[in-house]
């Protein structure tokens, strides 16, 4: 069973960095497409970046040219830096785990970890 852990999150101060972890455990890590997904207070979860196993990155237009996701396939580990944090980024960003099996996709969450910016 693929479990997923988040950490990094916190309070920040507007136009300051943050670094995300998300630790994997179980599946099958370097086959895995890992994603940031965010949600905000009364909003829907949102995509925020991709990584696919080959390392091809995308970006959602809110996040582009201020956060970088990467990954270490051999920590099984995703990260998300964001740098010049806005306010509109205060949201819980979970770590999803997505991968094509034959019949079907894996899809796996993290519990999330709280990020707030103040302004």
């Known amino acids: 069973q693929v479990q997923l852990v988040e950490s990094g999150g916190g309070l920040v101060q507007f136009g300051g960095s943050l670094r995300l972890s998300c630790a994997a455990t179980?599946?099958?890590?370097?086959?895995?497409?890992m994603s940031w997904y965010r949600q905000a207070p009364e909003k829907q979860r949102e995509l925020v970046a991709t990584?696919?196993?080959?390392?091809?990155?995308n970006y959602a237009d809110s996040a582009k040219g201020r956060f970088i996701i990467s990954r270490d396939n051999a920590q099984n580990m995703v990260y998300l830096q964001m740098n010049n944090l806005k306010p509109e980024d205060t949201a819980v960003y979970y770590c999803?785990?997505?991968?094509?099996?034959?019949?079907?996709?894996?899809?796996?969450w993290g519990p999330g970890t709280q990020v707030t910016v103040s302004s």
């Open positions: 999803q785990y997505r991968r094509k099996l034959i019949y079907r996709w894996a899809e796996h």
């Open positions: 990584i696919t196993p080959d390392g091809v990155t």
């Open positions: 179980g599946g099958l890590f370097t086959a895995a497409t």
